[in-house]
């Protein structure tokens, strides 16, 4: 199985910061990585997929980068509606496997 | 407007089998991937396998054994069957599709998700 580990876990930002999340993959998986927001009770919402492709109206302050093992998702001024989980999830090999995700919240 | 909307029972008991169903509106039932994935305090988010319009599945290997996974086209459906459960599969259980891009395979859309607390 490919692994993805997320780092941080959680992190506290202001609004209007820049916030940066991080994904490794236990190999190379080309620009096969997506990410994901969560929110408390809700699904996930498929934010950008192909590494750094935005999903059709998803606010352009996200945006992704990376290929290989390393990925970043970036949020490049933090506003409220942004306090949620954050997963990244790979489809290069046939077990599709998600992160353990990163929390964001206001500090 | 595609939506999915999961259906079934909230509380199995050990041992027992969980049936779930995943109801598709808004969308062509052609080329339409199912997911199912499941979401656990101790596992994540966890990708059971994915059924096709045609029936064509495939699953994660370790669970391969306890699922099962169908449609019914005619009525918009996919089905999951788990078997032999234990509490460590209590979980919220998605059903999402699957879409493909440049190869890039992610999901799109997702059910609202389905609690399934395994308790006798």
């Known amino acids: 199985d490919i692994q993805m580990t997320q780092s941080p876990s959680s992190l506290f930002a202001s609004v209007g910061d820049r916030v940066a999340v991080t994904c490794r993959a236990s190999?190379?998986?080309?620009?096969?990585l997506n990410w994901y927001q969560q929110k408390p009770g809700k699904a996930p919402k498929l934010l950008i997929y192909?590494?750094?492709t935005l999903q059709s109206g998803v606010p352009s302050r996200f945006s992704g980068s990376g290929s290989g093992t390393d990925f970043t998702l970036t949020i490049s001024s933090l506003e409220p509606e942004d306090i949620a989980t954050y997963y990244c999830?790979?489809?290069?090999?046939?077990?599709?496997?998600f992160g353990r995700g990163t929390k964001v919240e206001i500090k | 407007q595609v939506q999915l909307q999961e259906s079934g029972p909230g509380l199995v008991k050990p041992s027992e089998t969980l049936s779930l169903t995943c109801t598709v509106s808004?969308?062509?039932?052609?080329?339409?991937?199912c997911n199912w994935i499941r979401q656990s305090a101790g596992k994540g988010l966890e990708w059971i396998g994915r059924?096709?319009?045609?029936?064509?599945?495939h699953h994660n290997p370790s669970l391969k054994s306890r699922v099962t996974m169908s449609v019914d086209a005619s009525k918009n459906q996919f089905f999951l069957k788990f078997s032999s459960l234990t509490a460590a599969d209590t979980a919220v259980y998605f059903c999402?599709?699957?879409?493909?891009?440049?190869?890039?395979?992610?999901?799109?859309?997702w059910g609202q998700g389905m609690l399934v607390t395994v308790s006798s």
């Open positions: 192909g590494a750094s």
């Open positions: 059924v096709s319009s045609t029936g064509t599945t």
């Open positions: 808004g969308a062509s039932m052609s080329d339409f991937s």
């Open positions: 999830q790979q489809s290069f090999s046939a077990l599709w496997t």
């Open positions: 999402a599709r699957a879409f493909m891009v440049r190869g890039v395979i992610g999901f799109d859309y």
């Open positions: 190999q190379s998986i080309t620009n096969y």
